[in-house]
C-alpha cells in the first residue's frame, strides 16, 4: 500500500530538487530562516527535506522524508525557536526511486580527512558511474544512491592537502548537472557547472548572504536584489567576506530550458528571466500559429495559467476559467488501486460547467509527457459538454531522457515518440493537438543558445558516455 | 502554542460546515463515496470531519479533528475498503472556539426514545438560548457546545409518539438556518430551514440518492443532474423510495448570499447559480462604475480570480496574474508568534516583480472584513515597484453579524463599521478602495428579494431576539 | 486488523477502572498530579485515559484511547506545565467493547440545569437498563453506552433544585457498584455505593484532599495515611473545607474479592488490607492442604508471585523463577493472526531452563478464568524439561458473571462450569490443579461477610433483576 | 526537552545492543522472525531497532529509533506479512549520544568494490581510533560515529579481492569486542572476536540457522539446542551449508562478566552459563560473609531477584517482596525537570508498607555504579518504617572504564572511586553496604579466568592504547 499524493500524478516531468543556504556574520535563527526559504521551494521537492547548520563548532543535521512543514515545524517551536547559528544549507528533494531510503535525503554529511562537510545538490551527474567506479575503486562504501556522496567521496580521496585545491579537482571530475551548497568548517560553499544546468541565485542583506534554487525563496528574506552564481563559479562566503572563484571556463551555457516551462514558480526568476513572462509569451507564440476557430481559451490549472494568459491576449479569444482546481488536493492518500487514477484527477479537477457547456475550447498546458491525464482531462470538459478541445502545449514534444536532474519517463512512455499530434488527438479524444515550434520557443527565450533543450530535440550539450537511470 | 494554518488567515467570513448524505438500495462502498464527497467540501471546514453509516443494524461513528484525508483515509485502506452499507451521511466543520473539544465534531450520534439517530447540520440557530432553555428545563445533559446536539434533544422529548410527527414539530421550534441530513433507523432524511439559508443539493444516480451542500460534491459521484432541496422541504429515503413533505411553508426566501461571493467553489451551482459565473457577473458590474485609469486587473488570488476576470473583460483592461500563491500554504504548522502575520501572508502570497513593476493596477478580491491582510498585501505590491493600487472588492462593506452559521468578527473589528472607503485607502496604503454597491449586486444576482444581505444592510429576514456568539 | 496488546491476554478477568480526584486549596499543577496518580493506577485500566479541571471558571477536559502517558504526558511538556488549577479528576478505563468509541471515555462532561459537571465512575450498574429506560423516556439522548452517562441524566431530570438532594436522589436510584468522584462548580465530591463494592481511598496533604482507587495512587504523591471513602458517603471537598454525609444507610458490605486476589497492586491498600500481605496468606492456605509431592514451587509472574511465596514459606519447598517475564510485552502492537496466541505467551514468558528441568513443580496463579494460557504455560514448562506441572490457584473456580464491574466471559466459556479440576488438568496438560476453597479464602479474609465473592458462589448481595453485558 | 525512559534511570551500566540473524535455506517471512528474536533482546537496547534483509537479489535495510514494536511492528501488517526472504539480520541499540543520529542505527547497509553488504555489531573497538585514522587517510567519508561503519570501509579499502580474504584481514585489524553478523550477497557471515567479549549463538531448526546474542531469543523459535559461536570462528551459511573457520586463534577469553551480572536476561544461557543460576549463586556467596542480623531480605526488583532468592535460600533468613514495580514504568515520557529523578524513582517502585514496617532488612541488588537511585530507594524504604536498611551488591566495586562496548559513567562518577563502603552507607542513608568480593565472584563462576572483570580490576585483558568515550 503505497502514499499517493494527488500532486505527484506522473504527467509532468519531476524536478529533483532545491537548495537553499544563509550565512550570517552574526548569529541568528538559522533553522528557521531555512524553513521559510525551504517552504518557498517547496514545488522542487515534495517527498523530503533536510537542513545542516553549524552549531559550536560542529555541523548537525537534521533531516525526514515528508514535506517542509512536517519535517522542518520542529524549528518553529518555541524550544527550538532558540537554535541560532551562523550557517546552514538545506534541501527539498524528489526522489524517482527508493523512496524510502532515508539515507538519500539531503544534506548528506560526513567527516573525511578533509574535514566536517556537509553538502546539497540539484542536478544529476551525467558521468555518474564512471566517477562512481572511481571512488569504488578506491574503497568507498556507498550508503546512499545518491550522486552527492560520491561527489564527498571524491573530496575525501583527493591528495590535495589544501581544501580549495582538492575541491577544485573534484568538481573537474564531475560531469553533469550541479548546482551545490556545501558547509566546510565555518564557510559556506556556492558551485554552479559550468554548464549552469540548474539555476542557483545569491542575495545579500544586512549582514546575511543566502543562495537559493530561485528567487522566490529570497522574495521570503525580503531579499529583492540577488545574481546567478555564473556557471562554473565557486563562491565562498566566510569571516572575511565573500570570494569568488572560477573552477573551470565556462565555455558554453546550457540552462534547463524546463525551469521556464514547467519547473519554476511563476514569481520566480531564473536564469535571469521572469518565469511568469517567459510563459506568457510562449502561449503568445501558440496563438501566432493558431489555425482553428475557438470560443474560449482556458488553461489546465495551474500550470498552463500564465501561457494561457498570453495566448487569449494575443488572439483576442476570450480567456476563461474552466477547470476549477480543488486547493486541497496536494494532501496525500492512500488510494484503493492504481486504477483509480481518474478519480484522482477528478479530485483534483472539476469543470466549471456554465463556462464549458456547447464552447470549442482551446486547452493550454505546458507540457505533454504520457498523456493520461490528457485524456481525463479531455473526458471531463467532454461531460461538461465541451463541443471541442483544441490542446495546446507551451513546449514542443519531449522525446528524448534528460542526464541532468529532470526525470523524464522512459523513451517509450513518451507519448510524442510513438505518436504524431493527430494521433496523440484522436487517442486522447480531443479535437487537436498542437505543440509549439523548438523555433517559436527559441524566439521567445532569445538567447536560445545558452539553453539545454535536449528532451526535445535530442542534441545534449556533450556526447553522454553513459545513462544514469535516476 | 497553537497550530496555525496559512490559509486560515481570519480575513475572511467564516463558513461552519458542509454537509452530504448518500442512500443506497444496495451495498456499497459508503463511507469511501463519502470520503470523496467531503474531500470536494473541504473548503467549506478545514478542522474537523467525521461520518455516520449504518451498518449491520446499527449506526457507526467515526470522526476526528482533521482534514478530510487525515480523519477519513482509512476508508481507502484495504481493511476498511471492505465495509459496505447502504446509508450514510458526513461533515467537515471549521470550528471558532473549543477547537480542541471532539465532542464538538460532527455528525453527533445518539440513541434515545426515538431510535439511533445520526445527524449533520449546516447552519445556526438564531434562537439558540431559547431551545437550549427548553431542552434545559426537561433535564438534558449537553456534552457539546454546538446547536446540532440541542435538535437531538428537542426530538427525543417530543411527545409524539410518531417519528415524523416528532421531527416536524421540532422543526417547527427551530429559528435560523438549517441544512440537516438525518440517518434514523434505516432511512436517511434531508431537511433545509423555510428561508433556505444554507443550499443543499439533491441528485440521484443508479439505485443511490446523494445529498450534498454544494454541486460539486455531486460532481465527483459523477452526479450532474441535481436539484436543490427545497426550503422547508423534508426528503426521505428508505426501502420505499424517496419522499418530499414540507414541514412548514416557505413564506420567504433568505439565501445566503456570501455563499456566491466567497463559500462556494467556482465550478459549483449554489441557489441554482453557477458560483463562477456570478462572480464574473460582479467583477464586470464592478468595472462597470470605475473612475480610475489603471494598466492592469489583477486578483487577489484564489479569492477574487472569477470577479477579476469579469472586471478585466468589462473594462477592456489586461488581466495580469502579479501575485502568485504557494500551492503548499494550506498546510498547517506552528507560527513563532502572532506577530509573524506578515510573514504568513508572505508565505502565501508573493508578488511577480515583472509584471506588478511601475504599474498603476485595480487589485480585486471578493470583500474585506478586518482589513489587516490587504494591508500587508498592498505593502507587498508596492515593494515590487506597483505605482498605484486600486483595491476592489465584488461586494458591499460588511458591517453586521450572523445568525445564520457565518463567523463575522464582532462589529468593532469590522473595518467597514470604523472607516469610509476613503479612510480604509489610507490605513491599508492603497490608492483607492471601492465597494460593489448593494444595489449593484441585487442587479446581478436577479431574484435578490430571495437572499440574505443581513450582514452588509442589517435587515434581517426577521426579528433576532438573541444572538449567539459562535 | 486490531491492536493487541501482549497484557491483554484473556486469561484474567478485567477490571473496570482506576479512579482519582485532588481538591487543592491553593492553584497546583492539577493534571501534573493527576497524571502521576492514574500512571500508579495503570493497571486498572489501559485502553483509554481522561482528566477533567477546573480552570477560570469552567471545566475542561482532556481524554483519549491510550495508555495514560501516551494520553496525558502533554501535562507534563513545558508549555502545558504551567496550566494551574484547584480541583481535579482522572480515570483509567478497560474497555470490553467500541474500543474505538471515544465517547465512552471518562471523564463525561455535560452542562445541564444542575451546571457544569464531569464525573469519574469505577463500578457499575446492576440496573442500568432500569434506570436507562427511565431517563429515555423523559427524552434523554445517550451518547456513550457507559452507564456513567445515565447519572448526568438523573442528576439532570431531578426535579430537587437544590443540588445535594438532586445528587441523593439520583445516587438512591442506582444499584449495583459505584465509586464516583465528580467536579460541580469549584467543588469535588466522592460517592461510595452503600455495599462499597468498589475501593475508594481519601488522603490529605498540605492543603490537598486526594481521593484514589488504590493506596499506590496516594503514596507516589507522599500520601501514606488515607482512610476509606465509606459505603453509603459522600464527601464533598471546597472552600469551606471537606464534609461527610451520607446518602444511604449501609447495610451489609459486598466489597469485591477479586480486588485482593488479582486486581490491586500488591503495594497498595484495598478495603483496609495490605494487597500482597492477603495474596501471601491465600499461598499459604493452599499449601495447608497439598497432597502431592514437588521440588519446587513457582509462580506465574507477576499474578502469582505473592502467594508463590506465601506457599513456600508454608510447605517449606524452595521457591524458585522458572518463568521470566519479558519486560517490554505490556507494549502493543498487532499479531498477524489470532492463532498465535501460543506466540503472544511466548513473547511473554520463557522458562528458565536450568530451574524446570527434571523438576516436580507446584505452580501458583491467582485464578483461572478459560484455561488457554495455562495450558501454553504448562506447554512451555514441557519442552523445558519440566517432570510433573501441578498447577495451584489461590481463588475457588470462577462460575458465576459479574454485575458489578467486573468482565468475566460468559459462562460456557468459563472452564469450571464445562470441567472439574481433574478434567481441568488433563486439558491443560497438567499433573493436577487445585483450587483454594470457599471456606479458606474466607479464613484467610477474616470479615468474609463483608466480602461479595459471587463469581464463585453465585450468591449475589441482593437479587440481580437484569444482566448488564458489559 | 528530551523524552526520558523511566526504566533509563542511569542507575545501571548500560549494554551496547543485542543482534539476530536467520539463515533459511527456503523462503520465509524472515523480517516477522527477526521481530519475535529483536523483541526477545529489547532489554539489550531500546533507543533504537532495525532489520535488513536479502530480497529480489538486493539488500533492503529498515530501521529507526525506538522499541522494537514502534519500529518493526510494520512487518506483522497484512501488507507486509508477505515479505518473504532467505537471509537477514537485526539490532537493538542504546545509543549513548547523539540520540537523534538516524545514521547511527544500525544495521549498517553500503555497496562497495565488495559488493553490497549489511553488518549489525555487538560491542566495542578498542582501537577505534587507530582504524578510525587509517579509513580517514585512505579517503573514507564517515557519516556515522559508529564503528561499526568502520568495519565496512576496511572491508571496502582492502586490496585482497577474494572476500574472505578481505574479511579476514579486516578482522585481523580490529581490536576489542566485536560480535558481527553480516549479510553478504545471498550469505550470512557471524563473527566473533578472540577474546569473545560478547556473546554470540548459534543454533539451528528445519532449514533455518539462527544467531543471537542470547539464547532467550532463539527459545522464541523453539530453538533450544544451540551453541555459541567461538572467539575467533567465523560461520559462513549460504546455498552450500555452514562453514566455521577462525580468523585469528583464542590466546584466552575475556567474557564480560556483567553479561552474567546484569545484562542478560535470567533465562537466558551465556557464555555457557544459566544467567539466573548464576546470579542465585552470587546471592548465595553475598550471604557467606553475613555480618548483620536481619529480619528480612528482599530485591530491587528486578535486577536483585535472583541473587536475592539465593541469599535469601543460603542466610535462611525469610524472602519477602517489599518494592512493587510498576509494570508500565519502561513506557518513555517527557519528565518536566531533570530534578524530578527521585518522582521518576516513586513512579517505578513502591515499598510494600506492610511487609517493610519496623524490618532490619537485607536489600539485594546487582551493582552500584552512581548511587543516586540506591538512595532514593533507601529513602523510600525508611519513609515505610523499614529499621535498618543493609545494601548487599551481587558484585565487586565498579571502578573503571568499559573498552569493550559497556557504557560506564567517568571515572569521577563512580561512587566506589569515591568512597568507601562505609561512606556509601552514610551517603545513601544505608544502615550498611557491601559488595560481592572478587574472589567469591571467581569462586561462583569457576573458570574465572576466562572473563573480563576489568570494571572492577582495573586488568584488561590487553594494553588499552587509546579510550573511546562512546
Given at each position: 500500500m503505497e502514499k499517493n499524493n494527488l500532486d505527484d500524478d506522473n504527467s509532468k516531468p519531476k524536478h529533483y530538487c532545491g537548495i537553499a543556504g544563509i550565512y550570517s556574520d552574526s548569529l541568528t535563527k538559522i533553522p528557521e530562516k531555512l524553513f521559510y526559504t525551504l517552504f518557498s521551494l517547496q514545488h522542487r521537492g515534495q517527498e523530503s527535506a533536510g537542513i545542516s547548520y553549524y552549531e559550536d563548532g560542529s555541523i548537525r543535521t537534521y533531516k525526514d522524508l515528508g514535506m517542509v512543514p512536517a519535517v522542518l515545524s520542529r524549528y518553529l517551536e518555541k524550544d527550538k525557536q532558540?537554535?541560532?547559528?551562523?550557517?546552514?544549507?538545506?534541501?527539498?528533494?524528489?526522489?524517482?526511486?527508493?523512496?524510502?531510503?532515508?539515507?538519500?535525503?539531503?544534506?548528506?554529511?560526513?567527516?573525511?580527512?578533509?574535514?566536517?562537510?556537509?553538502?546539497?545538490?540539484?542536478?544529476?551527474?551525467?558521468?555518474?558511474?564512471?566517477?562512481?567506479?572511481?571512488?569504488?575503486?578506491?574503497?568507498?562504501?556507498?550508503?546512499?544512491?545518491?550522486?552527492?556522496?560520491?561527489i564527498l567521496h571524491l573530496l575525501a580521496i583527493s591528495e590535495e592537502k589544501e581544501f580549495k585545491k582538492a575541491l577544485f579537482n573534484t568538481l573537474n571530475l564531475l560531469e553533469g548537472a550541479?548546482?551545490?551548497?556545501?558547509?566546510?568548517?565555518?564557510?559556506?560553499?556556492?558551485?554552479?557547472?559550468?554548464?549552469?544546468?540548474?539555476?542557483?541565485?545569491?542575495?545579500?542583506?544586512?549582514?546575511?548572504?543566502?543562495?537559493?534554487?530561485?528567487?522566490?525563496?529570497?522574495?521570503?528574506?525580503?531579499?529583492?536584489?540577488?545574481?546567478?552564481?555564473e556557471p562554473g563559479e565557486v563562491i565562498t562566503v566566510d569571516r572575511h567576506g565573500m570570494r569568488s572563484d572560477f573552477f573551470a571556463k565556462s565555455t558554453a551555457r546550457s540552462c534547463c530550458v524546463f525551469e521556464l516551462i514547467y519547473f519554476g514558480r511563476p514569481d520566480s526568476s531564473i536564469f535571469g528571466k521572469s518565469v511568469h513572462s517567459m510563459r506568457k509569451k510562449m502561449g503568445e507564440a501558440l496563438a501566432?500559429?493558431?489555425?482553428?476557430?475557438?470560443?474560449?481559451?482556458?488553461?489546465?490549472?495551474?500550470?498552463?495559467?500564465?501561457?494561457?494568459?498570453?495566448?487569449?491576449?494575443?488572439?483576442?479569444?476570450?480567456?476563461?476559467?474552466?477547470?476549477?482546481?480543488?486547493?486541497?488536493?496536494?494532501?496525500?492518500?492512500?488510494?484503493?488501486?492504481?486504477?483509480?487514477?481518474?478519480?484522482?484527477?477528478?479530485?483534483?479537477?472539476?469543470?466549471?460547467?456554465?463556462?464549458?457547456?456547447?464552447?470549442?475550447?482551446?486547452?493550454?498546458?505546458?507540457?505533454?509527457?504520457?498523456?493520461?491525464?490528457?485524456?481525463?482531462?479531455?473526458?471531463?470538459?467532454?461531460?461538461?459538454?465541451?463541443?471541442?478541445?483544441?490542446?495546446?502545449?507551451?513546449?514542443?514534444?519531449?522525446?528524448?531522457?534528460?542526464?541532468?536532474?529532470?526525470?523524464?519517463?522512459?523513451?517509450?512512455?513518451?507519448?510524442s515518440n510513438r505518436m504524431s499530434p493527430e494521433l496523440i488527438a484522436q487517442h486522447i479524444g480531443a479535437s487537436s493537438v498542437r505543440f509549439l515550434s523548438m523555433e517559436k520557443i527559441k524566439k521567445v527565450i532569445e538567447n536560445a543558445d545558452d539553453f539545454c533543450a535536449a528532451c526535445f530535440t535530442g542534441n545534449y550539450p556533450f556526447e553522454i558516455k553513459e545513462a544514469t537511470d535516476d
Open positions: 532558540n537554535i541560532v547559528s551562523r550557517i546552514g544549507i538545506g534541501h527539498v528533494k524528489y526522489s524517482t526511486k527508493d523512496k524510502n531510503k532515508i539515507e538519500n535525503v539531503q544534506p548528506i554529511h560526513a567527516v573525511s580527512n578533509k574535514g566536517d562537510i556537509a553538502i546539497v545538490h540539484n542536478g544529476a551527474l551525467s558521468n555518474s558511474s564512471e566517477v562512481r567506479k572511481l571512488v569504488f575503486d578506491k574503497g568507498a562504501i556507498l550508503q546512499s544512491t545518491a550522486d552527492t556522496e560520491i550541479f548546482s551545490l551548497l556545501l558547509i566546510k568548517d565555518d564557510s559556506l560553499i556556492a558551485v554552479r557547472d559550468p554548464y549552469g544546468f540548474k539555476p542557483l541565485y545569491v542575495g545579500k542583506k544586512d549582514d546575511m548572504v543566502v543562495f537559493a534554487s530561485e528567487t522566490c525563496a529570497l522574495d521570503i528574506l525580503k531579499i529583492f536584489d540577488a545574481r546567478e552564481v501566432e500559429d493558431e489555425t482553428v476557430e475557438a470560443d474560449i481559451v482556458m488553461a489546465v490549472p495551474d500550470s498552463g495559467n500564465s501561457s494561457a494568459l498570453g495566448y487569449a491576449e494575443k488572439s483576442g479569444l476570450p480567456l476563461e476559467y474552466g477547470l476549477s482546481r480543488n486547493h486541497y488536493a496536494g494532501r496525500s492518500f492512500i488510494m484503493p488501486t492504481k486504477e483509480q487514477r481518474e478519480l484522482m484527477v477528478r479530485m483534483k479537477l472539476n469543470p466549471v460547467k456554465d463556462v464549458v457547456k456547447g464552447k470549442k475550447i482551446i486547452l493550454i498546458d505546458d507540457s505533454l509527457v504520457r498523456g493520461t491525464t490528457a485524456r481525463l482531462i479531455v473526458k471531463l470538459l467532454g461531460e461538461a459538454g465541451a463541443k471541442e478541445v483544441h490542446l495546446r502545449l507551451s513546449s514542443p514534444e519531449v522525446k528524448f531522457p534528460c542526464y541532468f536532474g529532470i526525470n523524464i519517463p522512459t523513451k517509450e512512455d513518451l507519448i
